[in-house]
């Protein structure tokens, strides 16, 4: 994976992330609300020699001793006879070794000064507990040093620095917790994102197709959830097409493009439409990638091969009558039950007609070949099929045909879903033309799988025009009488 891949994925689930790292420091908010508040205080002493005179070698001499006595102070500080004097000193209920944990003494490098911090559940007992615990120091120094009469040691601690009343807790520290419970969120939201990418087995980005099965994928259709609901078909009239989907309009222009320049010197003149499942939009892909054909000037006959479940005659709103069935069984005339499916008359229809009782038979019969023959003399032909997982008839039909174009749903259609179809393609000896990738999001963060063509490109800046630009836009095209 490249790093665009990987920003591809903290795009599509930035949403999990954001929300992953907002509950990390909420979580991690809370819990500082529910921690006991406690209080630090600090108060200092300074370890200097008594009656060391006033000249200056006794001053030396005097800072010398001071300094070899600063270690072993500090270790006196963590003493329980320390304790036990603040304990009495303060007529505090806590044991010697219990308020030890709750004080720190400390010398800063190349001092006599001596801290002590102590930390309470609130600001008079931390301040006074500092307080205490320097006298009690100084108590024990003059018992180990002295005769145990105050200032009787050579070397004391005298009492610097009073400790002062703590403005605010010390802990905890919800600042920080919240700054590590949102990285910690963060964390995880972006683990989530690469898990979820790496489990998820659903096609979603033209190359991750191509790189897993060796397809090229030959065209990305938006969501239309107008052509989805309704099965409604395009409208290639005019400048720009059907005003209200021409990120679509121009996707199928796409489309068109890719199949004549496949094979410059022998395009494809068949081409059967099919899905792994049902639900893929093949049929209305089939329906709109005919008009799109048939727009460019093209001869072009659309034929309803799903003689399981056929659905053009509903989207062209044509009544049920002969089809193919009938002109394959010679109870028709191929002239008699075509339709014409657009106003410049490049466009045939020739409906599934009555529904027999092995569509695989009959479209897999010499009859079906023959006419597939002549039909792709003067035109190109657009086959609808079935999904070529449930029945074989989209592979039977494969053979008299220049090739298939598999239509997978984006977000939808799994990998081993497009792999068992073109396994069963190519079993029958079928080509596949390629694979077009539909129902893709134009925006929102599913988009972020997908290419910039529906995310900001020249098709998104058309939709947003108003609808006076567009009459402006469409005036400016028409030619002049």
Request: aromatic share 4%; glycine share 8%.
């Amino acid at each position: 994976m490249e790093l665009q891949d990987y920003l591809r994925i903290l795009r599509a689930h930035w949403l999990a992330i954001v929300l992953l790292t907002v509950l990390g420091g909420s979580v991690a908010f809370g819990w500082s609300a529910l921690q006991p508040r406690v209080y630090t205080a600090s108060a200092s002493g300074y370890v200097a020699a008594a009656n060391t005179g006033s000249d200056t070698g006794s001053s030396l001499v005097g800072d010398q001793l001071a300094r070899g006595k600063v270690t072993s102070y500090v270790d006196i500080g963590g003493w329980r006879a320390v304790a036990e004097y603040a304990i009495s000193d303060l007529g505090l209920d806590d044991s010697p070794e219990q308020l030890v944990t709750r004080v720190d003494v400390s010398s800063p490098l190349d001092t006599v000064i001596i801290h002590v911090s102590a930390s309470a559940g609130s600001p008079e007992e931390a301040r006074d507990l500092a307080e205490a615990w320097i006298r009690g120091m100084v108590e024990q120094i003059d018992e180990i040093e002295g005769d145990g009469t105050a200032g009787s040691a050579a070397v004391t601690l005298i009492p610097g620095d009073s400790a002062r009343l703590p403005t605010s807790p010390s802990l905890p520290n919800t600042r920080l917790n919240v700054a590590l419970g949102a990285l910690i969120g963060l964390a995880l939201g972006i683990g989530y994102a690469v898990i979820r990418h790496v489990l998820d087995r659903r096609v979603r980005n033209p190359r991750d197709i191509e790189r897993e099965t060796g397809v090229s994928v030959v065209g990305t259709l938006p969501l239309e959830k107008d052509l989805t609901q309704d099965r409604r078909i395009l409208i290639f009239d005019g400048p720009t097409g059907n005003q209200n989907s021409t990120a679509m309009t121009e996707a199928m222009r796409e489309l068109r493009t890719n199949l004549q320049f496949m094979d410059v010197d022998n395009p494809p003149r068949v081409i059967v439409v099919s899905s792994p499942l049902p639900g893929d939009g093949k049929s209305t892909t089939a329906a709109n990638l005919a008009i799109s054909l048939a727009a460019a000037g093209q001869k072009v006959v659309l034929v309803d091969a799903d003689l399981r479940r056929p659905v053009l005659s509903t989207l062209f709103a044509l009544p049920d009558g002969a089809g193919l069935t009938d002109v394959l069984a010679g109870r028709a005339e191929y002239a008699d039950v075509v339709h014409t499916g657009d106003v410049s008359g490049n466009l045939t229809l020739l409906m599934a007609g009555r529904i027999p009782p092995n569509p695989s038979e009959v479209l897999g019969s010499q009859r079906m070949r023959d006419l597939l023959a002549v039909l792709r003399e003067d035109a190109t032909v657009i086959v609808d099929s079935p999904p070529t997982i449930p029945v074989t008839d989209a592979a039977v039909l494969s053979t008299a045909a220049d090739g298939v174009l598999l239509v997978v749903s984006a977000g939808r259609t799994t990998y081993e879903m497009m792999h068992k179809a073109l396994e069963n393609v190519a079993k029958a000896n079928g080509r596949v033309l390629g694979v077009v990738l539909n129902k893709v999001p134009k925006r929102g963060s599913a988009a972020a799988y997908y290419g910039y063509q529906y995310h900001g490109s020249y098709t998104s800046q058309v939709e947003t025009l108003t609808r006076k630009e567009r009459r402006k836009a469409t005036a400016a095209a028409t030619p002049a009488p």
